[in-house]
């Protein structure tokens, strides 16, 4: 018998959201149309509903971020769950406490859901296989390994536009190596079907037998971006790179930046996409960043329907009614 996913509970509903990975694609369209359905709460005069009133949810951020965490928050407010951030900065870790003891601690305050950035690959997992079992976990980015809501944003980003998934060819930009993004965006995209997914990049900067996620890899520009539906951009994560991998960011420009000459080559209607935070004259030319075809900042306003979609379901209050 194959090993369960921890991810599930008894019943096959979804209860941490801890990688994209092993999902079926029922599952992420029903993560998807659930978004859809809470995308509009916004639109209302008292923008909340009360699916998660009295529910805890506690935002653990060991790492920087500023779309992922605010989003978060935003979503579990608008949830009407009561929302508990943990200034790590100034929490008991820097006297020495446990990552294990500091979780305790917040389970013994009755809390509902962990979301967890961490710089370790597996953190994520580390903690939902500890947690009682009531408590959900959702990773909000460990290490390289995945940062599942980021690829569901954008899964959600990409059929607001293009509407079906099948037909797409998506191209992968950058720092594929060091990017729990694009391994999460590889993952759904595959799950969900589109026509191909490319990555383009240095040598230096794809990881070896990538192919074996089921995408094409690319070094040159101009032959990788021909024809495609949806350009996802990456920046250079400099603090996960270990040795020099690049000359310097003015030569990775040259050859890498999404310029909108480089762009040219890509379908018309061909959509730029960046789950941020960019870095203009580096990896993206400001006027493409800005531009008509940039999706980038839509992105970050569906990152709050697609985390109160993940939030509601993992607390057994979502729509869903697939298997994963
Ligand atoms: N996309 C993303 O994870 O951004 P933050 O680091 O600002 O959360």
Same mark, same amino acid.
């Given at each position: 018998?194959?090993?369960?996913?921890?991810?599930?509970?008894?019943?096959?509903?979804?209860?941490?959201?801890?990688?994209?990975?092993?999902?079926?694609?029922?599952?992420?369209?029903?993560?998807?149309?659930?978004?859809?359905?809470?995308?509009?709460?916004?639109?209302?005069? @008292?923008?909340? /509903?009360?699916?998660?009133?009295? =529910? +805890?949810?506690?935002?653990?951020?060991? #790492?920087?971020?500023?779309?992922?965490?605010?989003?978060?928050?935003?979503?579990?407010?608008?949830?009407?769950?009561?929302?508990?951030?943990?200034?790590?900065?100034?929490?008991?870790?820097?006297?020495?406490?446990?990552?294990?003891?500091?979780?305790?601690?917040?389970?013994?305050?009755?809390?509902?859901?962990?979301?967890?950035?961490?710089?370790?690959?597996?953190?994520?997992?580390?903690?939902?296989?500890?947690?009682?079992?009531?408590?959900?976990?959702?990773?909000?980015?460990?290490?390289?390994?995945?940062?599942?809501?980021?690829?569901?944003?954008?899964?959600?980003?990409?059929?607001?536009?293009?509407?079906?998934?099948?037909?797409?060819?998506?191209?992968?930009?950058?720092?594929?190596?060091?990017?729990?993004?694009?391994?999460?965006?590889?993952?759904?995209?595959?799950?969900?079907? @589109?026509?191909? /997914?490319?990555?383009?990049?240095? =040598? +230096?900067?794809?990881?070896?037998?990538? #192919?074996?996620?089921?995408?094409?890899?690319?070094?040159?520009?101009?032959?990788?971006?021909?024809?495609?539906?949806?350009?996802?951009?990456?920046?250079?994560?400099?603090?996960?790179?270990?040795?020099?991998?690049?000359?310097?960011?003015?030569?990775?420009?040259?050859?890498?930046?999404?310029?909108?000459?480089?762009?040219?080559?890509?379908?018309?209607?061909?959509?730029?996409?960046?789950?941020?935070?960019?870095?203009?004259?580096?990896?993206?030319?400001?006027?493409?960043?800005?531009?008509?075809?940039?999706?980038?900042?839509?992105?970050?306003?569906?990152?709050?329907?697609?985390?109160?979609?993940?939030?509601?379901?993992?607390?057994?209050?979502?729509?869903?009614?697939?298997?994963?």
């Amino acid at each position: 018998m194959p090993p369960r996913n921890i991810q599930l509970n008894e019943q096959g509903r979804l209860r941490h959201f801890l990688t994209v990975e092993g999902f079926k694609r029922q599952m992420l369209i029903d993560i998807l149309d659930t978004a859809e359905s809470l995308s509009g709460v916004v639109d209302r005069s @008292v923008k909340k /509903v009360p699916l998660l009133r009295g =529910k +805890t949810i506690v935002n653990l951020f060991f #790492e920087p971020s500023t779309r992922t965490r605010t989003t978060f928050e935003l979503a579990a407010k608008r949830l009407s769950a009561d929302v508990l951030n943990i200034n790590i900065a100034v929490s008991a870790t820097t006297k020495g406490e446990s990552l294990l003891d500091t979780l305790y601690n917040l389970q013994a305050m009755h809390c509902d859901m962990f979301v967890v950035r961490h710089a370790e690959s597996g953190a994520a997992h580390f903690i939902a296989n500890h947690v009682a079992p009531h408590i959900s976990v959702v990773n909000a980015g460990d290490g390289r390994h995945a940062h599942p809501t980021q690829a569901m944003l954008d899964m959600f980003t990409i059929r607001r536009v293009k509407g079906d998934f099948y037909p797409l060819t998506v191209a992968i930009v950058g720092d594929i190596a060091n990017s729990r993004v694009a391994r999460s965006q590889i993952h759904a995209l595959t799950t969900l079907g @589109v026509n191909e /997914v490319r990555v383009i990049g240095p =040598k +230096t900067l794809i990881p070896p037998a990538v #192919e074996s996620l089921g995408v094409h890899v690319y070094h040159d520009m101009s032959e990788g971006l021909r024809d495609t539906d949806v350009v996802i951009m990456l920046r250079l994560q400099n603090e996960r790179m270990q040795g020099e991998l690049l000359p310097s960011e003015h030569e990775y420009y040259q050859l890498y930046g999404l310029t909108e000459a480089r762009l040219a080559v890509a379908k018309p209607d061909a959509i730029v996409m960046h789950p941020g935070p960019i870095n203009r004259g580096v990896e993206i030319e400001s006027s493409v960043a800005d531009g008509p075809r940039s999706v980038i900042l839509e992105q970050v306003t569906h990152g709050i329907a697609v985390r109160m979609a993940v939030m509601s379901m993992c607390l057994g209050q979502g729509m869903e009614g697939g298997q994963g």
